[in-house]
Structures are given as C-alpha cells and as structure tokens.
C-alpha cells in the first residue's frame, strides 16, 4: 500500500474514534490525529525497506562488526514518537469518557 493510502486509512480511522469527542478537544488534537497518520505511514514505508534490507549491516568480511541502518534508527524513533502521540490521543480520548460518565452520575 502506498504512504499516501496508508496516511489516509489511519488518518480516517483516528478521526472516526475522536468523532464523538466535543468540538473543542477534537479541535485541540487535530494535528496530533494528522501527525499519528504521517508517522504511521512513514513507518509502515521504513518497514517494507527494512524486510529486505534488515535493521543490521554486518561487516563483509567479520560477521562479529555491524551497526544499525539509518532506516532503522529512524524507524525506531518514528515508533516512539508515534507511541507517545497515540498515548496522548487516548489521554484526551479517555478524559472525554470520564467528563460523560461524570455527566451520566447526575441521572442515577
């Protein structure tokens, strides 16, 4: 799947879970919903890379001598990155079904 078709499934699928949330918090996370699409995309390039080449060079003539790819180093900070704003989105998610079921208490 190319990144651009790839950017758009998680990008729809991030703004259909935050559908529901007001305005004004799904306002506040629009950026991080589009940079949660972009990181997943880029990795899921970095990846198809990475199944062929590996995340490790090996030296050609002393097996015991590698380093890490550039793909690779990036891959693994697009990951953590990617995490953290995940994290951030299911904190602003959370929060929103806590201010509902706080609003449900009143009716019991």
């Known amino acids: 799947m190319p990144k651009s078709a ?3 499934k ?8 935050f559908k ?3 305005d004004s918090k ?3 996370v629009e950026g991080l919903i589009a ?3 972009f990181l997943k995309s880029e990795n899921h390039a970095l990846k198809q890379v990475l199944d062929k080449t590996g995340m490790v060079k090996f030296h050609p003539n002393d097996s015991t ?4 790819t550039a ?10 990155t990617y995490s953290t704003v995940i994290k951030t989105l299911n904190g602003v998610l959370n929060k929103n079904i806590l201010d509902d ?8």
């Not at 998680?10 to 879970?17: A, D, G, N, Q």
């Not at 793909?71 to 953590?80: F, W």
């Not at 079921?101 to 019991?108: Q, R």
């Open 26 to 28: 799904r306002k506040l």
């Open 10 to 17: 998680e990008f729809e699928k991030l703004t259909e879970i």
């Open 101 to 108: 079921d706080e609003d449900l208490s009143e009716y019991e």
């Open 35 to 37: 940079d949660a699409a």
């Open 6 to 8: 790839e950017y758009q």
């Open 20 to 22: 529901d949330v007001e």
């Open 65 to 68: 001598l590698s380093k890490k």
């Open 71 to 80: 793909a690779a180093d990036q891959y693994l900070k697009n990951v953590n």
